[in-house]
């Protein structure tokens, strides 16, 4: 890496941690600590929650969408650490895990997932993922499903038919005005880093994938969290995505966004809480 390009992810990730600060100022904050794993003969980037939590504690793995990292994870992810053991993988090809020869599909990426996790001693994780990253959760939890926790998807984009579509171009750009400045500057590092081509061609094979078709095999308890204000992921969608889960709940935060990992990480991270320890006191998931 470049010193330019090197300077422009310590300010990205500078960025992402004055937007936690910001975001978190009403719960505690974890730090993050970076780790590796070989996974297939690649090096893969993992954030990690940094201090150990006392007692029984869930994992709880954060997914980022295509072309993104883990970078803008960390809001959340540092919520969240207080309470859980914390990971946040920068997937083959993202952030700063290496690159394979041709980027991965959607199934590539889940399977990735697999041995990712495998090199992390992860056995039944809770997955949250945002955007295109909940097509990756749901393409494992389908095909995994032993292996797989209860899923929080935030702000899903599982609708590919719509992708690339003008009226789902104006929406994102609608969107956008929308979100914290530091993340303008996070994903602008993201997309430089992981390449133009291969960011076409990722999204041209994300839009290959059907979730529809995998969303009844999902077995594990989905939480489905959608801010008010998103544009690209109406609450009408987020209503018929709920009623083709087998054990579907919807929960919208007030005033947010697409992003709301980043742009309303205190809210997520008491959503997940309080979801993750209600299934706990019911019996229906285990940490």
Same mark, same amino acid.
């Given at each position: 890496m470049g010193l330019l390009a090197h300077t422009s992810l310590r300010l990205a990730e500078r960025a992402g941690s004055r937007r936690a600060l910001e975001g978190l100022g009403g719960l505690p904050m974890g730090a993050l600590r970076s780790t590796w794993h070989q996974v297939n003969d690649l090096r893969i980037h993992t954030r990690v929650s940094a201090q150990p939590v006392p007692g029984r504690a869930w994992s709880v793995?954060?997914?980022?969408? $295509?072309? %993104?990292?883990?970078?803008?994870?960390?809001p959340t992810g540092m919520g969240l650490a207080p309470y859980f053991r914390v990971y946040a993988p920068d997937l083959p090809g993202f952030g700063r895990s290496q690159k394979p020869r041709r980027p991965l599909d959607v199934a590539g990426l889940a399977d990735s997932l697999a041995a990712w996790m495998d090199a992390a001693g992860l056995e039944n994780p809770a997955l949250v993922a945002n955007s295109s990253g909940c097509q990756f959760?749901? /393409?494992? %939890?389908?095909?995994y499903p032993e292996r797989c926790g209860p899923l929080v998807l $935030?702000?899903?984009?599982? /609708?590919?038919?719509?992708?690339?579509?003008p009226k789902q171009?104006? &929406?994102? $750009?609608? /969107?956008g005005v929308r979100e914290p400045p530091s993340l303008n500057v996070i994903m602008a590092q993201d997309y430089r880093t992981f390449g133009l081509? =291969?960011?076409?061609?990722?999204?041209?094979s994300a839009r290959k994938d059907v979730p529809e078709e995998k969303l009844p095999h999902v077995r594990s308890p989905v939480l489905v969290v959608r801010g008010a204000k998103d544009r690209i992921f109406p609450r009408t969608r987020a209503e018929a995505l709920v009623q083709s889960l087998p054990q579907g709940r919807l929960e919208e935060v007030p005033g947010a966004g697409h992003t709301l990992n980043f742009n309303a990480p205190e809210a997520v991270v008491?959503?997940? =809480? =309080?979801? $993750?320890? *209600?299934? *706990? +006191? &019911?019996? *229906? +998931?285990?940490?």
């Open positions: 793995v954060l997914l980022h969408g $295509l072309v %993104a990292s883990s970078t803008y994870m960390v959760a749901v /393409d494992f %939890a389908s095909r $935030l702000g899903p984009t599982l /609708d590919t038919r719509h992708h690339g579509t171009v104006v &929406r994102w $750009l609608a /969107d081509l =291969r960011a076409l061609r990722s999204l041209r008491k959503l997940i =809480r =309080r979801y $993750l320890y *209600e299934l *706990e +006191a &019911r019996g *229906e +998931a285990q940490p």
